[in-house]
């Protein structure tokens, strides 16, 4: 009698093991369910979004309502962008809302330059070497262009090469050097023929010689600070070629 009430009692923790099993089984199946009936993708925004619509970043994104917003795969849903998208320079992020709003952020390229290929063609790419686009017919007036260089055939999105690489790379040094100081978008043109005598032309206004790009960011800097000084009548030749040594030097036009 005595032993069998011992068997009981040993058997009694294995039969509460398995009934908590079976609760744990169920909530987890309930959460599964949960999950898969609602929190469903019913709205898509797009932010920061100026040369692609919103319906171009949408589908390229991969997303689609209904898609389950738990399991929208961030990393994957930005490479599909980047890679459709060429104009794109970067997604800032992919952010669920609860209960059923997927926001795509994404920051596009804001200036582009004409460079000419090896094979006598035309593409855009961005300050940072990104091919955007092959240029079909005659190139549009005003389009700031990076000389002196030839670059491989690109594929759009890719990040161009040259037959030249240290002048492609003197000239995006130059141009990732002058993003954020305000005088990109004043650039009409990047000479780098001689990566030792780099010359930028600013609008019609001032012709500009650099040098190499030794001391880059110095003579950046020391060019921002002429450029402050300088009327907005003037033009010329600013030479910071000798910036190293603190000199440089503003011949008037004409």
């Known amino acids: 009698m005595a032993g069998r009430k011992k068997q009981a009692k040993n058997r009694r923790p294995s039969s509460g093991v398995a009934v908590r099993l079976i609760i744990m089984l169920a909530v987890v199946a309930a959460i599964v369910f949960g999950v898969a009936i609602f929190f469903k993708v019913t709205t898509i925004e ?38 459709a998208l060429p104009y794109v320079e970067e997604v800032r992020g992919i952010v669920r809302s609860l209960p059923d709003t997927v926001v795509i952020q994404i920051q596009e390229s804001e200036a582009s330059f004409a460079v000419q290929t090896d094979v006598n063609t035309t593409w855009l790419v961005n300050s940072r070497g990104k091919a955007l686009e092959k240029v079909e017919g005659e190139l549009p007036e005003g389009q700031p ?18 037959v030249e690489q240290s002048r492609l790379d003197a000239a995006l040094a130059v141009l990732s050097g002058l993003d954020g100081t305000g005088i990109l978008e004043h650039v009409a043109s990047i000479n780098v023929e001689k990566d030792y005598d780099i010359i930028v032309q600013y609008d019609d206004r001032y012709t500009i010689r650099l040098g190499g790009t030794d001391d880059l960011a110095y003579k950046i800097q020391y060019l921002t600070s002429i450029l402050a000084e300088l009327s907005d009548f003037q033009a010329g030749t600013i030479d910071l070629t000798d910036a190293a040594n603190k000199k440089a030097t503003f011949q008037p036009a004409g």
Do not use: H, R, W
Not at 147 to 162: E, F, H, I, Y
């Open 46 to 83: 797009v932010q920061g979004n100026t040369l692609y619509s919103a319906e171009d970043v949408i589908a390229a994104s991969g997303i689609e309502p209904g898609d389950n917003l738990l399991l929208v795969n961030k990393a994957t849903t930005a490479g599909n962008i980047l890679a």
């Open 145 to 162: 262009q990076i000389l002196g260089v030839s670059v491989k055939a690109p594929a759009a999105g890719m990040t161009v090469t040259a």
